[in-house]
Nanobody
Framework: QVQLVESGGGLVQAGGSLRLSCAAS????????MAWFRQAPGKEREFVAR????????YYADFAKGRFTISRDNAKNTVYLQMNTLKPEDTAVYYC???????????????WGHGTQVSVSS
């Protein structure tokens, strides 16, 4: 079992930055691929970024490339999402997820946090 708790969301103006954190419980954190997803009101949950168990490989959705950076610290059981140059369309609840395989599909992630709200004003 892995429990995930996100933090770092908030209200920011367009062009600003936020850093999301996801703290994981358990001693097996380092064996999981970690990912961030987001869900805007009235829309389906979508993939944002993922990072391999070692942190050496990352993958981003097109909208996140060049603006968002995913990273992890296995010693702290924490994964991060640095978001820069935020846009109003980035407004969503952001979820942290853990899975044993690395894909962009929601169904491959067994463990989820409760989410943190990110709101970007224009």
């Amino acid at each position: 079992q892995v429990q995930l708790v996100e933090s770092g969301g908030g209200l920011v103006q367009a062009g600003g930055s936020l850093r999301l954190s996801c703290a994981a419980s358990g001693r097996t954190f380092s064996k999981y691929v970690m990912a961030w997803f987001r869900q805007a009101p009235g829309k389906e949950r979508e993939f944002v970024a993922r990072v391999s168990w070692s942190g050496g490989e990352t993958y981003y959705a097109d909208f996140a490339k060049g603006r968002f950076t995913i990273s992890r610290d296995n010693a702290k059981n924490t994964v991060y999402l640095q978001m820069n140059t935020l846009k109003p369309e980035d407004t969503a609840v952001y979820y942290c997820a853990a899975g044993l395989t690395g894909t962009s599909l929601i169904t491959t992630y067994a463990y989820w946090g409760h989410g943190t709200q990110v709101s970007v004003s224009s």
